[in-house]
Each structure stands twice: as C-alpha cells, then as structure tokens.
C-alpha cells in the first residue's frame, strides 16, 4: 500500500469520530467497528452511545445493530475471505479500508444483502469516512470476496488446516476458544461431535430476553406488553422481544429488566435449593450489574430474608442498588469480596445463602457479546483463577454450617469451573472448612421458579454440576456448582 495506506493503519480519535452530521447508517455502523478494534471499546456499551448521538430512524438503528454484531460475530473468517480476495494479509491493508471491507463483506455472505448493492454501498462507504483514494481498491477485493457464498469460503478458508484450525476458521473463534469448548464439552459427559453446533450457536443472532422482578410485576402482564413468550426454563423470563426494549413501561420503573435465562437460572438456584435450619441472610459478592441481586431481592422479600449485595467497583454497585430500587432493605458495599473482614458488619458463618457469580473470560456469552473473543485471550483465564479461588474460599468462610454456596461463571473453561471447585474445597478442608457437592442432576426438580426442570435434568446426563450450552439450551454457556458446609 501507499505511504497514505500506511498513515491510515491507525487512525487517531478525532479522525475516527470526524463523522458527517447525518452519517448514513453504514457509516454509523464502522464507527462503532473502527473503536473496537482501534480503541479496545466494547460494542455493547460503545454501540447504544452512539446510537443514542445520531438521528437515524429505528429501522436505520436496527440494521446498525444487526450489522455491527454480526461482523464482530464472524470477524475471523471474513479476513480470512478478504486476505485471499485481496491476496494480502489484513494486517497489511490501511484500518479504513479493513473495517469498510468487513462490513461489506458481512452484508453480502451473511445479512442477506445483493453482491451488487453490498458491493456498491462499500465503495461509497470508504468515501464517507475520509478514504476516497481507496475506492479502487475496496472495489476489486468486495468483487472477489462476493463472488463465492459463505458454505463455499468456509470451505475454501478452512482448507488444508488441522481440525482444530479448520473449525476455528470455518465458525469465526479463536482457536484457544476452540480447544476450551472441546474439552468443557468432554468434561460435561458429551461427544466433541456437539462442538460445530456450539460454535454455530455462538454465531446465531439472538433478541434480547426479559426478567420480570419478583413480586413487582407478572410475567403475563409483560407478555402482553411486549409481545414476546414464556421462557422455556425460568418462570420470570419472557423471551423472543422485539424493538427497544429501553422503552418498556417495566423496564423504565425498574420492574423488570434483560437478563439472559441461564443467568435466571443461576439465582433462582441460589435461592431456591432447600436448607436446613434459618434462612434469613442472603450474601451476592460479585452483585454488579444487579441482574441477578434484583431476583434474590425480590425472593428475598417474599420469604422474610435479608440480601447484602457487594461488588468491587462503584459504578456497578450503582447499577445494583438501581436494579433493586423497588425493594427496600437490600444492603450494598463497594468493596473487595475476597476481603470480607474488612466490612464492618461482616462475621465468618453469618450467612444462610451466598451467590459467588465469579468474574471471568465471559466465552459463555459470545452469542450476546461476539467482541469478547476478539478482545480474550488465554492468559486471560490463569490471571482470573487466582480470583476465582479466594472468592469461592471466602464464600465457604461466609457460610454457616448447612448452608448453601453457588459457584456460577458465564464460562464452560475447565479452568475457571470445576477446577476452581474442586481445588477450593481441598484446601478448605485442610483448613477445616468441609463441603458437600449437592447433585444438582437430582435436585433441580425442588428449586422454585425453574421450567420444565426434568427435561433440564434429563439433559446433565448425570453430571453433579449443571452446565447450559447455547446450542441445546438457546442461553449463555453457565456453569452451576451447588455446595453445602458441613
């Protein structure tokens, strides 16, 4: 490339954001894909404030949504269709051109778009946004790129690649992620044959899913609001909603929020495996962003119990204490939950239930959040599990003698699942902290507030701890520990 080709690779701030006054759609669009790969921005949280800056109509802002996710969805493979149409690699292409080309090429193999039209609207894009020297250029490579569909250069990219690369290739993830989603599978009890459908259902798009807060609202009333239907596994969601979902009544009085039905699952189980002896005081120490505090509230509520919620950041703990406005008496703490001591109303034993929903590489959720695996990596999880660990330990100190703790990460990663469960409970029990696995493949049945609950059991295959896959469940990846101190 040229010396200007050059000074494009990685354009500034300004250059980024010096967008039209009224940016066409797709314009919009590489704004949002520019700062995430130039920037490290997230798109869920960089694309709706984008959005919120332009006056673009809500058709123009669902087909901005559509086409940003589904670019970060399949970013691997389509540089790997632009290096063989350009015969170049895409690190030597300027990040103008790179971004324009990926979305493009986005629209044509995947969203449907005519050759024609995808081809055509590129070339006029690389213009809008400060690159009109490269028109030629971007014109010759979409020409190339859309003469095959996607079967055809899954094909054609994967090509001549070990299994693992081949499938990494072929379904957009990397290939560490790959590895790590063959071997939860054969941890799980199942055929490494499942893994093309899992990365598949990585890939699909999906609508968001509701909460209805416990006792605030129900969940027929939101149905009828918004159109939408039951969940298949918790009684409080309400799946397949469409439009802006910012403007829903519930969502606005904060009697109801997204929240994805695995992540339901996992406090409805917090809340609902039968204990002995009292059951008044409720611990969440990773609360933020409050999906899930809001539910043990609102249970908490209904049965007399009191919930502290903690997280470490005080925007996040912001987030929870709006996400459990409506129910009065919920405590929050900003502070670092692998220090509990530290609070001064805390004591070792003191709880009857404690939530441990344990940061982590997030690759459950790569259908809701497709950038992750661009911004992961693998040492990403072994600089987690240190974390895991001391808060899965504090949890166990926290917890009364036959009482409950659930270890839940948005990740099926050995490493950050049974692991960390399984290394936690031996060095608690060298220090005297003893715990029993509860065997969630039979006891699901008992949790209030979960659908279909044999079906969900039938499907653990008899595995102690409960794992949900995007391909059979249509959730995020969670994983569920149950343990009792005894």
Known sequence: MTGRAKNLRSPSRASAESQPAHPSPRAVAWRVLDAVQNRGAYANLFLPQVLSGTTLEPRDRAFVTDIVYTTLRWRGLIDSVIEHAAKRAVSAIDSHSLTALRLGIAQALLLEVPAHAAVSTTVDLVAE??????????????????????????????????????????????????????????????????????????????????????????????????????????????????????AIPAIAVGHAGAQDEGSQV????????????????????????????????????????????????????????????????????????????????????????????????????????????????????????????????????????????????????????TVVVD?????????????DVIDLSSHLGVVSGINNSTQLMSLMQGQKYLRLWPHLHSTDGMFVAALRRI
């Not at 499938?167 to 790590?180: D, E, Y």
């Not at 220090?339 to 404690?354: G, I, K, P, T």
């Not at 790569?366 to 661009?374: C, E």
Request: proline letters at 5%; glycine letters at 8%.
């Open 129 to 246: 946004i400060g690159a009109p020297n490269a028109r030629g250029f971007v014109n010759a490579v979409m020409r190339s790129a859309t003469a095959e569909n996607l079967e055809t250069w899954q094909k054609v990219c994967s090509a001549n690649r070990d299994e693992i690369d081949a499938l990494a290739t072929a379904w957009s993830h990397p290939r560490w992620i790959v590895i790590a989603l063959r071997d939860a599978l054969r941890a799980d009890g199942r055929d490494v044959d499942d893994l093309p459908d899992l990365l598949a259902a990585d890939n699909a798009g999906t609508r968001p899913t509701l909460c209805i807060r416990p006792g605030l609202t129900s969940r027929d009333e939101l149905i009828d609001a918004t159109q939408g239907h039951a969940g298949q596994w918790s009684d409080l969601a309400i799946t397949g909603v469409r439009g802006d979902i910012g």
């Open 423 to 435: 290394r936690v409970r031996a060095n608690a029990a060298r220090a005297g902290i003893n715990s």
């Open 266 to 417: 996992v406090a409805l189980i917090a809340a609902g495996l039968p204990i002995d002896g009292p059951d008044t005081q409720w611990l969440d120490m990773c609360a933020g962003p409050g999906g899930k505090a809001a539910i043990l509230a609102g249970l908490a509520a209904q049965r007399g119990a009191h919930l502290t919620a903690i997280d470490a950041h005080e925007h996040r703990i912001r987030l929870v204490q709006s996400a459990v406005k409506n129910y009065p008496g919920v405590r929050t703490s900003v502070g670092d939950s692998t220090q509990l001591a530290a609070f001064d109303w805390y004591a070792d034993e003191s709880f009857d239930r404690v939530l441990v929903d344990a940061p982590c590489s997030g690759i459950g959720s790569l259908r809701r959040r497709p950038d992750l695996r661009w911004h992961r990596s693998a040492s990403d999880v072994a600089d987690l599990a240190p974390l895991q660990e001391q808060l899965l330990s504090a949890a166990l100190r926290a917890v009364r003698t036959g009482g409950l703790v659930i270890y839940a990460t948005c990740s099926p990663h050995i490493s950050e699942t």
